[in-house]
C-alpha cells in the first residue's frame, strides 16, 4: 500500500537527510574512519561506491513513489522487517512508531537491498548477532546491516569504538582499561 500523506513527510524528510549524509560520506574523508572501523581500510574505496550505488537506488525508488508501507504485516509471515527489489522498498508498519533515525537506518539497510543482482546485500547478520562484529570483510561488503552501522556511526559522530577489558592484576586501582581502536588496528571494530 502507497504511504498515506501523513508519512509522507516523514519518509521524505528521512530520504532527504540519508541524502545528504550519504553524499559526504562518499565525497569527502570526513567519514573514512567510521568506514574503516567497520570495514577495514582496504574496502573504503569500495564501500564509498556501494554507498553511492545504494543511494542512487534509493533515490529511483523515493522519485518513483515505490516506497511503501506494508499494511498487511506480511513481514510477520515472512519473518522480515523490510522487502525490498530494484524497484520497490516495502517498510514494516512499525516503522510508524519508532525514531526518525531508526526510520533512516532501515532505509539504508534497505537501500543496499536495491542494488542490482551481483551487487546487492543480504541479511546474513544483524547488528545484534553474535558473530556481527567479527565477520570477515568479503561478508560484511555484502550484508546491509554493516551500512546501517556506517550510517549510525555517522549519525552519533562516533569516530572510534571503545573496547573494555579487565586489567592485568598488576594494576590493581583500576579495573577496567578502554582500548581505542583505529583504523590501522587488526581488528576493525
Known amino acids: 500500500m502507497p504511504i498515506r500523506d501523513d508519512e509522507v513527510q516523514r519518509v521524505a524528510t528521512a530520504v532527504t537527510t540519508i541524502d545528504q549524509r550519504v553524499t559526504q560520506i562518499v565525497g ?31 533515490l529511483r525508488i523515493c522519485k518513483a513513489k515505490n516506497i511503501v508501507v506494508d499494511t498487511m504485516q506480511k ?23 519508532v525514531s526518525q533515525n531508526e526510520l533512516m537506518l532501515t532505509l539504508v539497510h534497505e537501500m543496499t537491498h536495491a542494488l542490482p543482482t551481483g551487487a546487492r546485500t543480504d541479511d546474513k547478520y544483524y547488528r545484534h548477532h553474535e558473530k556481527f ?12 546491516d554493516y ?14 569504538t571503545c573496547f573494555c577489558q579487565p586489567m592485568p592484576l598488576k594494576f590493581p586501582n583500576s579495573r577496567m582499561a578502554c582500548l581505542s581502536s583505529t583504523a590501522g588496528n587488526s581488528r576493525s571494530w
Open 133 to 144: 562484529k567479527t565477520a570477515k570483510v568479503q561478508r560484511k561488503l555484502i550484508t546491509a
Open 28 to 58: 569527502t574523508n570526513g567519514y573514512d574512519t567510521q568506514i574503516t572501523n567497520v570495514f577495514g581500510p582496504a574496502m573504503l574505496h569500495e564501500v564509498k561506491k556501494r554507498f553511492k550505488l545504494s543511494l542512487d537506488a534509493l
Open 147 to 160: 551500512y546501517a552501522e556506517v550510517f549510525d556511526r555517522v549519525l552519533k559522530n562516533i569516530a572510534v
Open 75 to 97: 513481514q510477520k509471515v515472512w519473518t522480515c522487517g523490510g522487502l525490498t527489489s530494484e524497484t520497490k522498498i516495502t517498510l514494516p508498519d512499525e516503522l510508524k512508531v
